[in-house]
């Protein structure tokens, strides 16, 4: 190690996050090359069996095979474990696979889980066909309902796991509030900080127990790969790792080097992810078109002081519903715009649009989806870092194609 990196290394704590989301990365190799190694080996050598046993027997640090550890996705982890303000973080192949890892990590047969109603459509599948074939008892709440969350908690649960604000109807969970309630009864509280990253809301210091990260979305920032990550206190990570080496589900040598990439520029990426968004939501509010729009940093979310002191600014996706609207006026608007990319993913440059209610949500249950509050006439947008006069464009040729 260079004495330069050494002396960078003991301050690197005190820099401002921004510089940390730059800087925070595993020791250079010996090559001294500026830009993070990326390394694609499958296992790592030994220089004797006495070192090759302390590493397998007393896990000594040193690498042994890429399911269980790589540097590039160590130097991953520790970026986003300074930015979470996680004491641990584990890297998994994708979103869900951090979600499947952390449920089997902490729950077994007959525990009690209870889950907001506003999660991905993924999340909500993999514990309802899923995790109940092997006992898990599932409960359903409102995500904005902490009377609700109360009352449930008055029976034992092992895990209480939201996603806020939840994904197409951007409803808020009180994090701090949650948190408290969990921490009364005995029950671990994870939220899914997908949509928020560490730059807008950081879940561990309202009190969460541990965060899941979709890294496909904002953390890659340019919708490349698949990726996820869990971090919290070490105790509460460590039989996630164990499961994540165990089941398989690890990241990516090379994904996690486009996550290092996408951390660098994180922080001025949801920033203006957030501006754009907001004058659009602004600009959707005045279309006669429009009924409702949800956007976490309009004045007329009914939830607006909580957002103010949970969040940093309300990120890059919104939803609306046309006004008297059903699925064809819905599929019109989609049809109709061609600059907005007509696809299920978010937090990407690109600006995406979709009917939630027959893709992201389409699998559901209508009961299912009637409880999420997703209706036929909602859109989502998760807004990108195009012009905001341009994005305005094509949804002016989105309402043209509507006939009422
Ligand atoms: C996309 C997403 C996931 C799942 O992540 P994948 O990387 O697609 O597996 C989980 N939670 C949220 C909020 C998401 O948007």
């Given at each position: 190690?260079?004495?330069?990196?050494?002396?960078l290394a003991s301050l690197v704590s005190a820099l401002s996050e921004e510089t940390q989301a730059i800087r925070v990365s595993g020791d250079r190799s010996p090559e001294r090359e500026h830009s993070e190694p990326i390394f694609t080996t499958s296992s790592f050598v030994f220089p004797d069996a006495a070192t090759m046993a302390d590493a397998f027997v007393n896990n000594s640090g040193l690498s042994i095979y890429a399911r269980v550890d790589n540097p590039t996705v160590d130097s991953f982890c520790q970026r986003l474990a300074v930015l979470e303000g996680a004491e641990a973080c584990e890297a998994t192949a994708s979103g869900m696979g951090a979600i499947l890892s952390t449920l089997m990590a902490h729950c077994q047969t007959g525990d009690?889980?209870?889950?907001?109603?506003?999660?991905?459509?993924?999340?909500?599948?993999?514990?309802?066909?899923?995790?109940?074939?092997?006992?898990?008892?599932?409960?359903?709440?409102?995500?904005?309902?902490?009377?609700?969350?109360?009352?449930?908690?008055?029976?034992?649960?092992?895990?209480?796991?939201?996603?806020?604000?939840?994904?197409?109807?951007?409803?808020?969970?009180?994090?701090?509030?949650?948190?408290?309630?969990?921490?009364?009864?005995?029950?671990?509280?994870?939220?899914?900080?997908?949509?928020?990253?560490?730059?807008?809301?950081?879940?561990?210091?309202?009190?969460?127990?541990?965060?899941?990260?979709?890294?496909?979305?904002?953390?890659?920032?340019?919708?490349?790969?698949?990726?996820?990550?869990?971090?919290?206190?070490?105790?509460?990570?460590?039989?996630?790792?164990?499961?994540?080496?165990?089941?398989?589900?690890?990241?990516?040598?090379?994904?996690?080097?486009?996550?290092?990439?996408?951390?660098?520029?994180?922080?001025?990426?949801?920033?203006?992810?957030?501006?754009?968004?907001?004058?659009?939501?602004?600009?959707?509010?005045?279309?006669?078109?429009?009924?409702?729009?949800?956007?976490?940093?309009?004045?007329?979310?009914?939830?607006?002081?909580?957002?103010?002191?949970?969040?940093?600014?309300?990120?890059?996706?919104?939803?609306?519903?046309?006004?008297?609207?059903?699925?064809?006026?819905?599929?019109?608007?989609?049809?109709?715009?061609?600059?907005?990319?007509?696809?299920?993913?978010?937090?990407?440059?690109?600006?995406?649009?979709?009917?939630?209610?027959?893709?992201?949500?389409?699998?559901?249950?209508?009961?299912?989806?009637?409880?999420?509050?997703?209706?036929?006439?909602?859109?989502?947008?998760?807004?990108?870092?195009?012009?905001?006069?341009?994005?305005?464009?094509?949804?002016?040729?989105?309402?043209?194609?509507?006939?009422?």
């Amino acid at each position: 190690m260079m004495d330069r990196d050494r002396r960078l290394a003991s301050l690197v704590s005190a820099l401002s996050e921004e510089t940390q989301a730059i800087r925070v990365s595993g020791d250079r190799s010996p090559e001294r090359e500026h830009s993070e190694p990326i390394f694609t080996t499958s296992s790592f050598v030994f220089p004797d069996a006495a070192t090759m046993a302390d590493a397998f027997v007393n896990n000594s640090g040193l690498s042994i095979y890429a399911r269980v550890d790589n540097p590039t996705v160590d130097s991953f982890c520790q970026r986003l474990a300074v930015l979470e303000g996680a004491e641990a973080c584990e890297a998994t192949a994708s979103g869900m696979g951090a979600i499947l890892s952390t449920l089997m990590a902490h729950c077994q047969t007959g525990d009690r889980v209870l889950m907001s109603t506003g999660v991905f459509g993924a999340t909500l599948n993999l514990v309802k066909n899923f995790f109940i074939k092997y006992g898990l008892e599932i409960e359903l709440l409102s995500p904005t309902d902490l009377d609700a969350w109360e009352r449930a908690l008055a029976r034992p649960a092992k895990l209480a796991y939201c996603e806020t604000p939840s994904n197409p109807t951007i409803d808020i969970v009180d994090i701090e509030g949650l948190a408290a309630l969990c921490r009364a009864h005995d029950c671990l509280l994870v939220v899914d900080n997908c949509f928020m990253t560490p730059v807008l809301q950081k879940p561990l210091s309202l009190g969460a127990d541990l965060i899941i990260h979709s890294a496909t979305k904002y953390l890659d920032g340019q919708g490349r790969v698949l990726g996820g990550a869990v971090l919290g206190r070490s105790d509460l990570v460590e039989p996630v790792t164990s499961f994540i080496r165990s089941g398989g589900v690890t990241m990516s040598a090379f994904n996690a080097w486009i996550f290092l990439k996408g951390l660098e520029t994180l922080d001025i990426r949801m920033h203006a992810h957030s501006q754009k968004a907001m004058a659009l939501a602004q600009w959707l509010e005045q279309q006669p078109q429009v009924g409702r729009v949800n956007y976490a940093g309009l004045h007329s979310h009914p939830q607006k002081s909580l957002i103010d002191r949970q969040m940093k600014a309300g990120g890059g996706v919104l939803s609306f519903t046309l006004k008297n609207g059903s699925r064809e006026d819905a599929w019109a608007f989609l049809n109709a715009t061609c600059l907005m990319s007509l696809t299920a993913n978010l937090g990407d440059v690109k600006t995406t649009v979709c009917h939630p209610a027959t893709s992201t949500h389409g699998r559901l249950d209508d009961s299912d989806r009637e409880l999420m509050g997703i209706s036929e006439n909602m859109i989502r947008i998760a807004v990108g870092l195009e012009s905001v006069d341009d994005l305005i464009e094509d949804c002016e040729r989105g309402f043209a194609a509507l006939t009422y």
